[in-house]
């Protein structure tokens, strides 16, 4: 089973950026897609954005032209590049591979990181 080790959270104003990273464990990291989740308060956990193996991203509307997910498959990392920041953003985020065309999650859920935005 995958495991997942997510970093790079923390309080930002608005206006700003995080880099947040995920580490990966096992050598099957490179076969399956990945995605980034946040779950706010009250909230469900939503997937914000995806890649697949190959590269290909995938996005939700609301962080679209704002947030950049990319992949080393060498080093078994995935990373989310976050700019523009809003309050609306802040959350707990996590990482987790899944499944295509079920979008079932394969890895068992980190403690997740937590970005906060405000001024």
């Known amino acids: 089973q995958v495991q997942l080790v997510e970093s790079g959270g923390g309080l930002v104003q608005p206006g700003g950026s995080l880099r947040l990273s995920c580490a990966a464990s096992?050598?099957?990291?490179?076969?399956?897609?990945m995605g980034w989740y946040r779950q706010a308060p009250g909230k469900q956990r939503e997937l914000v954005a995806a890649?697949?193996?190959?590269?290909?991203?995938n996005y939700v509307d609301s962080v679209k032209g704002r947030f950049t997910i990319s992949r080393d498959n060498a080093k078994n990392t995935m990373y989310l590049q976050m700019n523009s920041l809003k309050p609306e953003d802040t959350a707990v985020y996590y990482c987790?591979?899944?499944?295509?065309?079920?979008?079932?999650?394969?890895?068992?859920w980190g403690q997740g990181t937590q970005v906060t935005v405000s001024s």
């Open positions: 987790n591979a899944f499944t295509i065309p079920t979008m079932s999650v394969v890895g068992s």
């Open positions: 890649i697949t193996s190959g590269g290909t991203a």
């Open positions: 096992g050598s099957i990291f490179s076969i399956y897609a």
